[in-house]
């Protein structure tokens, strides 16, 4: 297998990855609503900026997912199919990078919402 290495790979990484997501039985209602066709592309370009250093993306991804009935079960599941769909097409610095940054987006998202929760 190779790594990471172009937008295409991201974008593969990207579109199968939300193809598992949304037949999660967990997953798929939380992001029923989501307009993917618009939300994609900016996706994608987060991915890109994230493993591949690539554009400048811009923007708070936090304040799009805090609205969410989400918990760590959520989160835990998210990156078990991120880590499993990363492990079926990619290998290499890049594709753990990617798992990593994917690990520290959760365990932040769920922290602060954790908090968020508990103040009520």
């Not at 039985?25 to 987060?46: N, S």
């Not at 609205?67 to 991120?82: A, E, G, N, S, V």
């Amino acid at each position: 297998m190779k790594d990471i290495e172009t937008r295409e790979d991201v974008s593969l990484m990207v579109n199968t990855f939300y193809d598992k997501v949304f037949k999660d039985e967990l997953l798929a209602p939380h992001f029923a609503q989501v307009d993917f066709e618009h939300h994609m592309p900016r996706m994608i370009d987060f991915w890109c900026f994230t493993v591949l250093d690539e554009g400048s993306f811009r923007g708070n991804i936090f304040d799009k997912h805090a609205p969410l009935k989400i918990d760590q079960t959520h989160f835990d599941r998210w990156l078990f199919l991120f880590e499993e769909n990363m492990k079926q097409l990619f290998s290499g610095v890049k594709a753990d990078m990617a798992i990593n940054r994917a690990k520290l987006i959760g365990y932040t998202f769920a922290s602060k919402m954790k908090e968020m929760k508990d103040k009520g």
